[in-house]
């Protein structure tokens, strides 16, 4: 895949407004083709907002939103064709088997019958769902209902992936595949934007990181600018977030709860 | 048992309504005056009905006349027990099938310090709550008023009672069916494989299409004065039958048979207690529900080449359409679609071979066909469009982010109305043709306006099945607004009346159905009749199939939910 000239993603001046809370505000963001971006904050503070609004599951209230060098609000289904998205607690359908919703996805995005079925046997099997397939969804555990879900983003082969806590409730096995697809989908030019709390994994995985704190991006950069960003050389992503975001304080918290 | 604790869960059952009502979220402030307005409201109208009975018996001139009222009136209190009984059965009942496949609903809270016993009785009691209550307070509020005004404040005070004690003895009788429901369900289709889906669609409309019959049988019309009449001249006969006895113990204290009274009160108290101790063991037992895991396939994955792609649906819509006739066939909760028309395919079979009473002449059987040619397929049209968007529920995100245009949407979802509604139409035709053996003429005709209906009442019900659709699944998937499903069910009921307008009126001027007085009209061709309908109903399938789209693109632009 030939990755273009343009950004994989370009958010200007974006804000949006729910009554007298303001989830996201004013933000300017540029993703490059082939990168895993990490959208950092705490609980809140706009992710899963932003994550939305990329798609167009949230109408902005101001600002502009180019994806993939389509203007989001102008097709959005041009959009959506080329985006592959978990959101934070999949709601599946759960009266259709683990198989069933697979094909249905795949017919949705116009896989095409035998590359859908090949791909879905290669996932089913990478992610250990095999055997299970075939058995409603409604009994599944959640973390068996996260892989059908992230399978469903991978299945048609999407150019940019966003990922709402894509890891929650894998097995290590599964959260390894997963990590690994993950690096070898961005060096085809794959752009992977995704929002976690699991910060060690963040550090690891990501190529640049934003850190959002209510509805403003805080810092952005790789871990060294962000280290400069908050003067902390040689430290790790949890002091950095928790200095900018500033809940660094949380030892007198812990004691004042232990009182 | 702590009582606080089976407060505050009760509490939390009348509050999962906040989400159901749709209202907003933040700030939440609960209006008391609404919340208390629906059995203020019985209190107030079980007042004024009783004042107006009480007036009527004391002015009544006639001592014979008013010996027989005040005889009935006696009567009726001994009635009312059983009478609640039965009713709040029926409720409590319908309440759990409408929560039949909600987990969330049925979980209690089992990681927190709540024993079983706190746990049932705050199931028991909350299953209560709604209708069944405010039925009570307006039956309390009448029997309170009257026997005041008749000098009866004792029988008042007993009868109310014992309405209560029925109503809590009924709710516990439906705890202990949910819990058996779930465990007898659950081990049923364990033990099916793969036949379990079918097993559960075939199984849920058999119980809910007899429960309905029964319900149907119970309060209408002359069935009810039936119903009443016959408890109270049965329960004497039935008197060993544990769930008579309240009413034997109020019988026994109008009677002034006070050691009888004393004898079946406590055994009906000793009744209930044992019912609620089998009703706690069991939810102990079997309460934490588990899903079991149907599996419907093994083995290897085997695409299909789409039927619906031959006939002109893009892979997408035909995924939709496939999903959703899973959708209708696997979820309880749509299944009510096909209740309605097997209701009325069976309601009129059983008038027609006389269960309910004399069965139907020649010309009634008539009018039956036209009944059940037009009826279900109209109803199961209008009905599925409202349902339809908002049966998605949650994974409704699926269509915000995914290709969905508003065309497709709106073309797929229409189609599998159409195909679920004509089916119905069929098979009730092909039943009523063999009861009433019709002219090939009016047999043509009437499915032709049957298919009419479904086109028309169909793009009318998915337009607002689009603009209505309520997303919200706990504590029981809503689907549409309850002002958007009463609005556009009357609309459909209003557009059907006009388009079937000229079929009527041929069928009166041609005498086809009797009337008293002939109509003073030239006859009216069978052909022009369903062609001006046809007209009426293409025009109006045209309008609100536009609506529906534009409806569909607002609906996938605003996709916030």
């Known amino acids: ?259 | 048992m702590n009582w606080k604790n089976v407060l505050r869960l009760i509490s939390v059952d009348i509050k999962a309504g906040r989400l159901i009502r749709g209202q907003r979220l933040r700030r939440y402030r609960e209006s008391r005056v609404f919340q208390y307005l629906l059995y203020g409201g019985a209190c107030l109208i079980g007042l004024a009905i009783g004042i107006g009975i009480a007036i009527f018996c004391t002015v009544v001139p006639d001592p014979q006349l008013k010996t027989l009222l005040y005889q009935s009136t006696r009567d009726l209190f001994v009635s009312f027990p059983t009478l609640v009984l039965i009713f709040s059965v029926v409720f409590t009942m319908m309440g759990q099938i409408q929560r039949m496949g909600v987990r969330a609903s049925l979980q209690p809270p089992y990681w927190l310090p709540i024993t079983w016993k706190e746990h049932t009785l705050a199931s028991t009691l909350a299953n209560l709550i709604g209708v069944p209550l405010a039925a009570l307070i307006l039956l309390s509020s009448v029997i309170a008023t009257v026997s005041i005004f008749l000098g009866e404040t004792p029988i008042a005070v007993f009868t109310i009672f014992a309405l209560l004690a029925s109503a809590f003895l009924a709710s516990t009788t439906t705890e202990i069916f949910r819990v058996l429901q779930v465990r007898f369900v659950g081990a049923v289709y364990k033990s099916t494989g793969k036949a379990a889906v079918w097993v559960r669609f075939v199984g849920s409309l058999l119980f809910l299409v007899v429960f309905y019959i029964v319900w149907f049988a119970f309060t209408s019309g002359a069935s009810s004065v039936a119903l009443i009449e016959a408890v109270a001249g049965a329960q004497q006969a039935v008197w060993f039958v544990p769930y008579v006895w309240l009413g034997m113990s109020l019988a026994a204290f109008m009677s002034g048979l006070l050691v009888q009274t004393m004898l079946f009160l406590l055994a009906s108290l000793l009744f209930i207690l044992a019912l609620f101790y089998v009703a706690a063991k069991l939810n102990a037992k079997f309460g934490l529900y588990e899903p079991p895991a149907i599996t419907v396939s093994r083995g290897i994955y085997a695409p299909k080449v789409g039927f619906l792609g031959k006939l002109g649906f893009s892979s997408l819509e035909a995924a939709v359409i496939r999903k959703d006739f899973k959708a209708f066939t696997r979820r309880r909760e749509l299944m009510y679609v096909f209740i309605m028309p097997l209701v009325f395919i069976l309601m009129p079979l059983m008038q027609y071979f006389g269960v309910y009473g004399r069965p139907v002449q020649p010309e009634g059987s008539r009018f039956l066909f036209a009944l059940m040619l037009l009826i279900p397929g109209a109803m199961m049209a209008a009905m599925m469009g409202l349902m339809i968007i908002g049966e998605e529920g949650e994974p409704v995100w699926h269509f915000f982010s995914s290709p969905v245009t508003a065309r497709s949407l709106v073309k797929c979802k229409y189609a599998l109305i159409i195909i679920f509604s004509c089916v119905a139409t069929l098979v009730c035709g092909v039943v009523g043709i063999l009861i009433a053996r019709p002219s090939l003429d009016i047999a043509v005709a009437l499915l032709a306006e049957s298919m009419l209906l479904i086109f028309a009442l169909g793009a009318v019900s998915l337009g607002a099945g689009i603009t209505g659709a309520d997303f919200t699944e706990v504590p029981r998937p809503r689907m549409v607004r309850p002002l958007t499903a009463f609005v556009y069910m009357f609309l459909c009921m209003v557009l059907a009346s006009v388009i079937f307008f000229p079929l009527l009126l041929h069928a009166l001027t041609t005498g086809y159905i009797p009337t008293p007085i002939p109509v003073p009209l030239p006859k009216i061709d069978l052909y022009i009749a369903v062609s001006i309908s046809a007209v009426m109903a293409l025009i109006t399938t045209f309008v609100f199939y536009k609506i529906a789209l534009k409806n569909a693109e607002e609906f996938l632009i605003k996709a916030e939910i």
Request: glycine share 8%.
């Open chain 1, 1 to 259: 895949m030939i990755p273009s000239v343009e950004s994989a993603l370009k958010l200007r001046g974006v804000s949006k407004r729910y009554e007298d809370i303001v989830a996201v505000d004013n933000i300017d963001l540029d993703v490059e083709h082939g990168e895993i971006f990490g959208l950092l904050g705490p609980n809140g503070s706009g992710k899963t907002t932003t994550l939305k609004i990329i798609l167009g599951l949230v109408k902005p209230d101001s600002g502009s939103v180019n994806v993939l060098g389509i203007e989001a609000t102008n097709d959005p289904i041009a959009v959506k064709k080329q985006v592959g998205y978990v959101p934070e607690s999949p709601r599946l359908y759960e009266f259709l088997t683990g198989l069933e919703y697979l094909d249905f996805i795949g017919d949705i995005y116009g896989v095409a019958l035998s590359e859908k079925k090949t791909r879905i046997k290669e996932y089913l099997e990478a992610l250990e769902l095999e055997g299970r397939e075939g058995d409603m969804i409604s009994s599944y555990s959640e973390g068996m209902k996260q892989k059908i879900a992230l399978i469903s983003a991978f299945l048609h082969k999407p150019k940019l992936l966003l990922l709402d806590e894509p890891l929650s409730g894998l097995d290590p096995r599964s959260a390894r595949i997963v990590k690994d697809l993950l690096r070898k989908l961005t060096s085809q030019g794959v752009t992977t934007i995704m929002s976690t709390h699991i910060l060690e994994i963040a550090q690891a995985m990501c190529d640049r990181l934003a850190i959002m704190y209510e509805g403003r991006l805080l810092a952005l950069g790789n871990m060294e600018e962000l280290r400069q960003k908050a003067r902390l050389p040689g430290s790790d992503l949890e002091d950095i977030f928790l200095k900018l975001t500033g809940t660094e304080d949380v030892r007198e918290v812990v004691e004042a709860l232990l009182k």
